[in-house]
């Protein structure tokens, strides 16, 4: 695992200017943040937004103000060694409709629905983001982010990757709200640099690249960490088990088969089995461009609306809207 | 060859008598004038001398305007009384991408009130960046009996019912093209207003919209415009209804295919293979969206005569691609998606002799996971096999420094270079350096560069090369690059025939900034975003240079002193009115 770094997405602690951010691109092979980010993240006065302030925690790190429901259990206790402590990172699964704490209730495991339904592109309006001042070698200037209205737009969490600091891309403009990107990676506003117009026809195209010919639905596969990807049929398979066998016998360190026999599909148990104890999560975009966890549907419904999968390190599935985060708050 | 702008012409002193009886007749001289064409010539010409000037501006029928601020309506209609065709240019360029906030200005709509009242004859218009409203488009379309040519290039604040004003008003309109804007789509009917006596049509461009068109209403226009040379179809056309099209219009030209995609019955693909077939003119293809490999083959009869192949939107694989292109032997211009990725370059390299022009695009953004796209390795592969190319724009995700040093060599006609290296400053992916050699290379080697786009870990070194050997360089663009002040200095002190310079992301400050004090009047605009330049810097250009607009563009919550945004153009016109709350006019 990587990322001994914090990183403070809306730059809460910097200043008192509530608008400025760090854009910190979590890297390990670099490291850039400034270490005095991390002392004034925790004496940042502006509690409000300190709930929502996103951050990366060193690992052995603590977020003592924060309380983090995830899993159904709290962060702070979570295994560290994941290199995550702290405040989750919002939509890591660019997109993700819901967090897990939204969708598990507890420890009973029941499904609860998420208000927070819609994806994070609707946050607000508005292209926003980093554009790190000074070029890329201002280790020692804090970066700023320019963001317009508002600001907590699409300062999408960046999960571990192992990509270079540098590594930022773009991001489908609000244009057209339905394809969300599945940001990994910070967003640099206007880069690379391609007009719009552009932008929205190759979005719109990935929705149409896995309406293979009539008989077949192949989807890609992606695994992190893998070279490649792999296409599947999902016509093939009749269920969610037998889906998952066979993915994992696609990529043969996916862990997904752990699951246990319960009958059909991924019950509820075994995804929790998947998200407390497994290594992978297995996710999914859907027709709207938004990142889902793959079981919560029937699997008719799963495979009208599957338009690619990713097989995402169960620790990078933390995919949680600050508001979300909160109202599970809330509701623990 | 650089389009005038309106400069502040002086008149020469007046020649003395004996010279003036001697030269021509004013009507004479106006006709010959009126043979040129160019915008430099014509500009050479007002300079010579008064009389000059003056049967230059009365034999003038069309103005180029690169920056709409750069000059008001009423100079331009003072100036040139018979302008029948009008190019404007608004917004600065990087608003393409989302740099400039959305009420920026560039409204046409003063324009066009004074068009209307001093031009009542005006035929073409032509705009670029420009904010254009529904009212607009319908006061055009009414205000302007002769008007023929309305073409819209990554504009907005129109939608289609704009379009439909102009399909009703306009009976003697030649040319409709709309491309790439940030249009409101409500839907296709517009198309149907085209009144069933209309007939002039020759240019139809509507790939940029979404929306089903009537499509009857299309096929009857079509069939009835005998004229049309180009036309260019949404997506939402099918592969059976462009067939329908084309057996009516073979005399096209230029085509842009609809959708590429569904499913045909053999007997449709012959069909449509032979409506291709006998579009004997034509020498231009590109729409494909989506496009299947395995409907491609019907393209091939075209292939032979084309030589403008735009795949920009068809996600192409390198296989795809091969056997298209081994059907192109006169391709000079070549758009592909780097879904294609080095093998489909090869391929390039091998069948495309005669290319001069070679844009790849990213496809997608978003997926990112698995390298693909482009390396330097199928930009070097064209090369080999493309000795007159001379005009790149090249997405990738790696490059070295080598391989642009043996590309260079291979084709050291390059005019536009623009290289983007899509993660911000990226070194040689070898040899971890910065990618100065790699344009210093191009520089060097290519003296006729008009064009550059650097990207990649660039230090100052770089600069240093541009300044000293870029002596023709015309447009320069910039982001993430450079190590101080030093970088900008190379490149004012030393590029004399910059006109546009954007710079985003560098650590460029006031010193960088001030030391271009004296060339910012030869040149068209200076853009500079995300830089360490102030607010005093910029009061100090302003205060030092009165006949330059220095204009600054806030963040919510930046610093006070900071210039997030600093745009700098020469003006006649002095400083804009219409600039909203955000944008400062020092």
Redesign the interface.
């Known amino acids: 695992m990587s990322t001994p770094l914090e990183h403070d997405y809306i730059g809460l602690a910097e200043t008192s200017?509530?608008?400025?951010s760090s854009e910190k691109i979590s890297s390990s092979s670099s490291s850039s943040i400034p270490s005095n980010i991390e002392d004034k993240t925790t004496n940042n006065p502006s509690l409000n937004l300190k709930e929502t302030e996103l951050r990366l925690g060193l690992p052995g790190s603590q977020s003592p103000e924060r309380k983090l429901s995830l899993f159904g259990k709290d962060l702070e206790t979570n295994d560290k060694s994941n290199g995550f402590v702290g405040s989750p990172l919002k939509n890591l699964v660019?997109g993700a409709k819901r967090g897990f704490s939204d969708a598990i209730d507890g420890s009973n495991g029941k499904w609860v629905f998420a208000i927070n339904g819609k994806s994070d592109v609707e946050l607000g309006k508005g292209?926003v983001l980093a554009?790190?001042?000074?070029?890329?070698?201002?280790k020692t200037n804090p970066q700023?982010v320019?963001?317009?209205?508002p600001v907590m737009k699409e300062v999408v969490g960046v999960p571990q990757?192992p990509?270079?600091v540098?590594?930022?891309?773009?991001l489908?403009?609000p244009?057209n709200e339905h394809t969300s990107?599945?940001?990994?990676?910070a967003q640099?506003?206007?880069?690379?640099?391609?007009?719009?117009?552009?932008?929205n026809?190759?979005?719109s195209?990935?929705a149409?690249?896995s309406d293979e010919a009539?008989g077949c639905l192949y989807v890609k596969v992606?695994?992190?960490g893998?070279?490649?990807?792999r296409k599947v049929d999902l016509k093939t398979y009749n269920n969610y088990r037998e889906f998952s066998s066979a993915l994992e016998k696609m990529f043969s360190c996916f862990t997904i088969g752990q699951c246990g026999s319960n009958g059909d599909g991924l019950s509820e148990s075994r995804l929790m089995d998947l998200l407390h104890g497994s290594e992978y999560v297995l996710t999914y975009e859907d027709k709207d461009g938004d990142w889902m966890l793959v079981g919560d549907v029937p699997w008719e419904m799963f495979t009208d609306s599957c338009r690619r999968l990713?097989i995402m390190k169960g620790s990078e599935a933390i995919g949680l809207a600050p508001r979300a985060m909160e109202k599970c708050k809330n509701q623990n | 060859m650089e389009p005038s702008e309106l400069k502040r012409s002086k008149d020469s002193p007046n020649l003395d008598e004996s010279t003036r009886r001697s030269s021509f007749p004013d009507e004479v001289l106006e006709r010959v004038l009126s043979l040129l064409k160019s915008h430099r010539d014509r500009s050479s010409v007002s300079l010579v001398c008064k009389d000059w000037y003056n049967a230059e501006r009365w034999s003038r029928t069309h103005v180029f305007i690169g920056n709409c601020y750069s000059v008001s309506p009423e100079i331009v209609a003072r100036r040139f009384p018979k302008i029948r065709s009008v190019t404007l240019k608004g917004k600065p360029r990087?608003s393409?991408?989302?740099?400039v906030?959305e009420n920026w200005g560039a409204d046409i709509h003063a324009w066009l009130v004074v068009f209307a009242a001093k031009y009542p004859f005006l035929e073409e218009l032509r705009l670029k960046r420009m904010a254009i409203s529904d009212e607009s488009l319908e006061f055009l379309a009414v205000s302007f009996p002769n008007f023929k040519a309305l073409s819209l290039l990554?504009c907005d604040g129109f939608s289609t019912n704009g379009l439909a004003a102009i399909a009703t008003h306009c009976k003697n309109l030649t040319e409709l093209d709309i491309q790439?804007?940030?249009i409101d789509d409500k839907g296709g009917s517009w198309l149907s207003c085209f009144p069933e006596s209309f007939t002039s049509l020759e240019v139809l461009n509507f790939a940029?919209l979404s929306s089903d068109i009537n499509f009857d209403a299309l096929e009857r226009l079509v069939g009835r415009c005998k004229s049309m040379r180009v036309l260019k179809l949404n997506r939402s056309v099918s592969l059976e209804q462009l067939q329908r099209l084309l057996v009516n219009a073979p005399q096209l030209a230029e085509l842009g295919t609809g959708s590429f995609?569904e499913?045909l019955t053999f007997r449709q693909c012959v069909e449509l293979e032979s409506a291709l077939s006998n579009c004997k003119n034509m020498h231009t293809l590109s729409g494909l969206?989506?496009a299947k490999g395995i409907y491609l083959p019907a393209l091939y009869p075209v292939c032979t005569h084309l030589t403008f192949l735009n795949l920009?939107?068809a996600?192409l694989r390198s296989d795809e691609l091969a056997k298209l292109l081994a059907h192109c032997p006169r391709l000079k211009r070549l758009w592909v998606?780097d879904t294609v990725e080095d093998k489909g370059l090869e391929a390039v390299g091998m069948n495309c002799p005669l290319l001069e022009e070679l844009r790849v695009?990213?496809?997608?953004?978003?997926?990112?996971?698995?390298i693909h796209g482009v390396t330097e390795a199928g930009f070097v592969a064209v090369s080999f096999g493309c000795p007159r190319l001379h005009y790149v724009l090249y997405?990738c995700c790696q490059m070295t420094n080598a391989a642009v040093a043996t590309i260079v060599q291979n084709c050291p006609d390059f005019t536009h270079f623009r290289l983007?290296i899509?993660?911000?400053?990226?070194p040689d992916h070898i040899t971890n350096e910065p990618m100065d050699e790699a344009f210093g290379a191009v520089v060097k080697t290519c003296t006729k560069l008009q064009r550059l786009s650097v990207s990649g870990?660039l230090t100052d070194l770089t600069f240093e090369y541009i300044g000293r050997y870029a002596k023709n360089l015309e447009t320069l663009?910039v982001?993430?690059?450079?190590?101080s002040d030093w970088g900008m200095q190379c490149v004012m002190g030393g590029c004399s025939k910059l006109r546009k310079l954007e710079i985003?992301?560098?650590?460029f400050g006031n010193a960088a900034l001030l030391s271009g004090l004296e060339k910012y009047e030869s040149m068209r605009s200076l853009w500079m975003?995300?830089?360490?330049v102030t607010m005093n810097g910029c009061r100090l250009l302003a205060r030092e240079m009165p006949r330059l607009n220095v204009e600054v563009m806030k963040?919510?919550?930046?610093d006070d002193s900071q210039a997030?945004k600093v745009y700098v153009y020469r003006s006649i016109a002095g400083p804009r009115r219409d600039a909203p709350p955000s944008v400062l006019t020092l």
Do not use: H
């Open positions: 200017s509530m608008e400025r660019s292209a554009s790190p001042r000074g070029g890329l070698d201002s700023q320019r963001t317009s209205v990757s990509k270079p540098q590594d930022k891309k773009n489908v403009p244009v990107a599945p940001a990994a990676k640099v506003v206007g880069w690379p640099p391609i007009r719009s117009f552009r932008k026809s190759m979005a195209n990935l149409k690249n009539a992606s695994m992190d893998a070279p490649y990807l990713r | 990087f393409d991408f989302n740099l906030p990554s790439e804007n940030g940029n995609s499913e969206w989506d920009s939107y996600a998606l695009f990213p496809a997608d953004l978003f997926d990112e996971e698995i997405f983007c899509m993660n911000p400053g990226q870990r663009s982001a993430f690059a450079g190590s985003r992301d560098c650590p975003s995300a830089c360490n963040e919510d919550g930046s997030d």
